[in-house]
């Protein structure tokens, strides 16, 4: 497996390549010290996983989430942290990450969560389950957003992002600049209450903006 470590601790990660060369598991891994960094490889190499921390200088884990959504890049990312805090958990989930572990991990459960989000399946530090369950047990349902008002343009938006058009696509098809593509996006992310395109495409699912 081709692995991406993004970490701005270089003991960090080259510890983890350590702990993997020295697994029975065959990994190619590259490694990267900065989020800036992890954005340029990303945009001209292929990987299976990549590592995330999420507390590094200048460009934090989420916001290399926030701007994987923005370039449509779709990536399998496990991260690795030391915050256990419920609102960091949740939010990198719905920023995309498929896996979330702490730093204090085994190599075992490293290796799983590596395979697992690989396949593009999701992995949660098994100590953080009960964090999970109480937050979903004890906070109060949301009411569902309601009435909320659409424009005509962001409604054309929203449609051909469910169909997977990308955002260069979008704006040929509408006559728009892609940065006018990229604002009307950010209000349907504000107006929603969702953070990524998956999830913009099941609401339009959802709410019948797109057949199946």
């Known amino acids: 497996m081709k692995l991406l470590i993004c970490d701005d601790h270089s003991l960090v990660s080259e510890g983890i390549e350590l702990m993997l060369q020295n697994s029975s598991e065959t990994f190619e891994i590259h490694i990267v010290t900065s989020g800036k960094e992890a954005l340029q490889f990303l945009q001209s190499t292929t990987i299976d ?20 959504n923005d370039l449509e890049l779709s990536m399998n990312v496990l991260m690795l942290t ?12 719905q920023k995309g990450a ?15 969560a590596i395979h697992k989000v690989g396949k593009g399946e999701t992995f949660v ?9 109480n937050d ?19 409604i054309e938006v929203l449609k051909l992002v469910a169909q997977n058009k990308k955002t260069k ?10 940065n ?11 107006k929603l209450n ?13 709410h019948g903006f797109v057949e199946l």
């Open 194 to 206: 969702i953070h990524s395109v998956s999830e913009l495409v099941n609401y339009a699912i959802k």
């Open 169 to 178: 696509e979008i704006a040929q098809l509408l006559f728009v600049s892609v």
């Open 180 to 190: 006018t593509v990229q604002s009307h996006k950010k209000n349907l992310y504000s």
């Open 125 to 133: 530090d098994q100590r953080l389950t009960n964090i999970l369950i």
């Open 82 to 93: 030391m915050h256990n805090q419920i609102e960091y958990i949740k939010n990198a989930m």
């Open 136 to 154: 979903l047990t004890n906070v109060p349902k949301i009411e569902t957003i309601k009435n909320v008002k659409l424009t005509p343009r962001e």
């Open 98 to 112: 498929k896996g979330y572990i702490l730093k204090n991990t085994s190599k075992e459960m490293l290796i799983e």
């Open 49 to 68: 996983v990549l590592i995330l921390d999420i507390s590094m200088p200048e460009m934090d884990g989420l916001n290399v989430l926030d701007a994987l």
